[in-house]
């Protein structure tokens, strides 16, 4: 089987530093992050950035710092979100762009977040996109419910898409698709050839999906953005929810890809041509 690429996902837009007091805020702080789950296994980074008192920001100036930090402590694949946080317009989530990330995630559909609307109208994802394909930022296409994979397939017969892609099942959002078994089977069955894919569980779903995606030579999401708990009661570091991937991997006979190796698994250049 490919070596397994693990994304550490630190930070996300939905927690609070009062929640868990291992969430990274500064640019710094991404930085050490980053350094720290480099060295436990971890492959790529996917980035949100808030402000120093914890409020999420699409400011393009502390996307740069937070890019800068993590590329001076690790060779990790920097991945920007473009699902920014609730209530953002297109234009502020797809705004990083312009700093030309190596890749960017890619929401594909509409869907409830909580209590909340998590809007990716059809103009949109275009829109999203087209700033995507002018900055030369690969997408990785986020399917929270089983209709997002049709949507990415339509954009696709839209000429604005060409599959393969890479695409991560974030499964147990409540108000989207649940995170089982038989659910990431039935997403990964109806993949277009050739897709490289990983899966993010939500909460306690985080590591048994994880698991079953090592096992079906899968990649994995990590981190605090989808789960704070390494165990019952018990708050995680990033680079631990990472180093236990590790350990699962090792027990299943799966090895770890270097960034370099993701990068070509994933079709992307390498590090030093990439900065
Ligand atoms: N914060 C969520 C509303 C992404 O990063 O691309 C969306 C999100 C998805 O986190
Ligand atoms: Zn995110």
């Given amino acids: 089987m ?3 690429i693990i994304t550490v996902a630190a930070v996300g837009a939905e927690l609070t530093p009062e929640q868990t007091p291992h969430l990274p805020i500064t640019p710094a702080q991404l930085g050490e992050t980053a350094a720290a789950c480099r060295l436990a296994g971890a492959s790529m980074i996917h980035v949100h950035c808030r402000r120093d008192d914890g409020t999420n920001t699409s ?3 502390r996307f740069r710092d937070a890019m800068n930090a993590i590329r001076a402590s690790s060779d990790l694949i920097v991945q920007f979100t473009t699902g920014g946080a609730i209530g953002m317009t297109a234009a502020e ?40 394909t002018r900055y030369d930022v690969r997408p990785e296409l986020e399917i929270f419910d089983a209709g997002h994979l049709s949507n990415a397939k339509r954009l696709a017969s839209e000429g604005l898409l060409a599959f ?10 409540p108000g ?12 990964v069955d109806a993949l277009p050839a050739g897709c490289t894919w990983s899966v993010a569980g939500v909460g306690r779903d985080q590591l048994p999906l994880a698991t079953v995606a090592i096992a079906m030579g899968g990649h994995v999401r990590v ?5 704070i708990y390494y165990s019952k009661g018990r708050l995680a570091r990033n680079d631990e929810l990472v180093a236990r991937v590790v350990r699962v991997a090792a027990e299943l006979g799966r090895p770890i890809a270097t960034p370099d190796e993701a990068r070509s698994l994933l079709a992307l250049p390498q590090a030093v041509a990439a900065r």
Avoid at 106 to 115: A, E, I, M, S
Avoid at 223 to 227: A, I, P, Q, V
């Fill in 223 to 227: 981190g605090l953005e989808d789960n």
């Fill in 59 to 61: 400011d393009v100036g």
């Fill in 2 to 4: 490919a070596p397994l």
């Fill in 93 to 132: 989530r797809a705004g990083p762009l312009v700093l030309r990330p190596e890749m960017a995630t890619l929401t594909c559909g509409t869907v409830n977040f909580g209590d909340d609307v998590f809007e990716n109208s059809f103009p949109i994802m275009r829109g999203i996109l087209a700033e995507m």
């Fill in 164 to 173: 393969p892609q890479h695409v991560d099942f974030v499964l147990g959002v």
């Fill in 176 to 187: 989207a698709l649940d995170a089982s078994v038989r659910n990431l089977v039935h997403l």
